[in-house]
């Protein structure tokens, strides 16, 4: 079973950076694809941004030209670079691996696994 910690969340004012990694317990090299969510308050778990083992990328649009996913398999580590932070990307991001594909879209399955989460907040 694959484990995942993500750390780096924390308080940050708007227009400023932050990034967060997430730490796989075992080598992420033949995981098709990982992924960062985010959930609000109040609000549904939203995909923000998916990269393939082939180094693909994709984004939620609310956070295209800010954020930057990337994965370092020899460090069996994802990272997201948050730049340009604004309120609304307050919420807590949550790493997943192991990501399916359905027509254009990106899904978790049941063997998806999932890390605790790491706190954002952005102060306006």
């Known amino acids: 079973q694959l484990q995942l910690v993500e750390s780096g969340g924390g308080l940050v004012q708007a227009g400023g950076s932050l990034r967060l990694s997430c730490a796989a317990s075992k080598s992420i090299f033949s995981i098709n694809a990982m992924g960062w969510y985010r959930q609000a308050p109040g609000k549904q778990r939203e995909l923000v941004a998916v990269i393939t083992s082939g180094g693909s990328t994709n984004y939620a649009d609310s956070v295209k030209g800010r954020f930057t996913i990337s994965r370092d398999n020899a460090k069996k580590t994802v990272y997201l670079q948050m730049n340009s932070l604004k309120p609304e990307d307050t919420a807590i991001y949550y790493c997943?691996?192991?990501?399916?594909?359905?027509?254009?879209?990106?899904?978790?399955?049941?063997?998806?696994?999932w890390g605790q989460g790491t706190k954002v907040t952005v102060s306006s």
């Open positions: 997943a691996g192991d990501l399916v594909m359905y027509g254009s879209r990106w899904y978790p399955t049941l063997n998806t696994s």
